[in-house]
């Protein structure tokens, strides 16, 4: 299994409402990462996991709050978001911290995304 | 602070001409360079870089690193409409597992 699979794919909440978007790899990846993408921008790093410990947070809100259950799982719990946290958030896993693998040709593997619409 | 600059911003060719991206950086303790391809949805893994002068190939596409001038390439040869989307690179650091992004090309094949 060469994937990270994301849901829900399309989600569209009100500014009361709390929801969770969810990320889930078997690739035995042990850095996990949200990104959040506005259109026609590049991705924008959100937050990391390494060995299922938050080891970034690039000054996030609180509004948007990570969790990492085991080394598969990746969620980013949402409430009270506002208009302009519309986006795509995506989900990235890779081989994790100091752990270089510069014969193998792959790098970080993204999640086809969360469409999210923040009404 | 670290800086990733692709150019051009946005490319429009005809199918079968030859086309060539340029990434360079600026960047603290440089670990790789990847490369993607971003149509609709996530992005696309299509080469990680870490040697200078090597070239890696996969079908048409090609790319190379040159870590004493701080630049890739990525060639597309032969270009097709389904080539048309925004070209992403990315420099990842030795530590700290975050990748800094470039603005993107955006390309664009006329058949």
């Known amino acids: 299994d060469t994937e990270v699979t994301q849901t829900p794919k399309h989600l569209v909440m009100g500014m009361t409402n709390k929801k969770s978007l969810k990320c889930e790899q078997h690739m035995g990846h042990r850095a996990m990462y949200w990104y959040k993408q506005k259109a026609k921008k590049p991705p924008e790093l959100m937050f990391v996991?390494?060995?299922?410990?938050?080891?970034i947070n690039e000054s996030v809100p609180s509004r948007f709050s990570p969790e990492c259950p085991n080394s598969s799982l990746l969620n980013l719990h949402l409430h009270a978001l506002q208009p302009e946290d519309s986006a795509l958030y995506l989900c990235?896993?890779?081989?994790?911290?100091?752990?270089?693998?510069?014969?193998?040709?792959?790098?970080?593997?993204f999640g086809s995304g969360t469409r999210l619409t923040v009404v | 602070e670290d800086k990733v600059v692709q150019s051009p911003l946005s490319l429009v060719v005809h199918e079968g001409d030859t086309v060539t991206l340029n990434c360079s950086y600026e960047?603290?303790?440089?670990?790789?360079l990847l490369w993607y391809k971003q149509e609709k949805k996530a992005p696309t893994f299509l080469f990680m870089l870490t040697s200078s002068g090597i070239e890696k190939k996969s079908g048409r596409l090609s790319s190379i690193l040159d870590k004493k001038e701080l630049f890739s390439i990525l060639n597309i040869t032969a270009t097709q409409t389904g080539d048309s989307a925004v070209y992403l690179c990315?420099?990842?650091?030795?530590?700290?597992?975050?990748?800094?992004f470039g603005a993107g090309t955006i390309l664009r094949v006329k058949s």
């Open positions: 996991y390494s060995y299922e410990k938050l080891s």
């Open positions: 990315a420099v990842e650091r030795l530590y700290g597992n975050k990748l800094v």
């Open positions: 990235a896993s890779s081989q994790g911290s100091g752990r270089s693998s510069p014969n193998l040709n792959y790098g970080y593997t």
């Open positions: 960047v603290t303790n440089f670990r790789s």
